[in-house]
């Protein structure tokens, strides 16, 4: 079994690549200090992310960095990695990063990069996770903090919460239902990072 973090202020590097909702919701939670982190960079693959802008807003470095700019993904990954190490940053929070981590980010950080998934996995992983759900006829979807691994939101499940699917949902109104559980359980998910609790034993996510 091993753990994955000691208990103290987490570094926090979030990548997105669009609206920034998540990061919001975790720079409001460490705010209100219910999560004890400091966000210290904000990378996006896209140059006109909003999330961009909110970094920028609340004053935390950020950065755009272009896949398109380097030959192949592990240049790409690997400029990344160089701003993480320049930062010192504890943990990797994806929040809607649309990319797939590759190798060079996987090795460098392993068991240190998490996502949150708008599903309750392993069902309906990929794009469109609502959409799914819907198409499926699931009564209850949700949404999933969970590691990273090699895999297309596969990795061990850290926490998860269930919201009703309605008849008459449409994947935007579930997206929205989905959303609220997601910033709180996302903070939630990385205060116990930050205090230390959360140990891997095989793919099981073990809380103490
Ligand atoms: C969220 O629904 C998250 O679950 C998924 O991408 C979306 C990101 O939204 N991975 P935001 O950019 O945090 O608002």
């Known amino acids: 079994m091993i753990r994955i973090t000691k208990p103290g202020r987490l570094r926090l590097a979030v990548l997105a690549s669009g609206r920034g909702s998540n990061f919001e919701a975790i720079c409001q939670a460490i705010e209100e200090e219910r999560l004890n982190a400091e966000i210290v960079l904000v990378i996006s693959d896209k140059k006109n992310a909003p999330v961009l ?27 990344i990695i160089k701003r993480l190490k320049e930062y010192d940053i504890t943990l990797v929070v994806l929040a809607g990063y649309m990319r797939l981590i590759g190798k060079e980010l996987l090795k460098a950080y392993q068991w240190k990069i998490i996502n949150i998934h708008p599903a309750l996995l392993p069902s309906f992983p ?14 209850f979807s949700g949404c999933t903090v969970h590691f990273v ?7 061990p499940i850290i926490m998860q919460r269930v919201v009703p699917v309605l008849p008459e949902d449409s994947a935007e109104a579930l997206a929205e239902r989905i959303l609220i559980e997601e910033h709180q359980v996302y903070a939630e998910a990385l205060q116990l990072l930050a205090k230390g609790q959360i140990y891997l034993d095989g793919r099981r996510v073990i809380i103490k």
């Open 149 to 155: 691994d090699d895999g297309v939101d596969s990795g």
């Open 53 to 79: 802008n909110k970094a920028q807003t609340r004053k935390i470095d950020f950065f755009h960095i272009a896949p398109e700019d380097y030959p192949d993904k592990a240049a790409y990954e690997q400029e």
């Open 126 to 139: 990929g794009l469109n996770a609502q959409q799914q759900a819907i198409d499926y006829g699931v009564k």
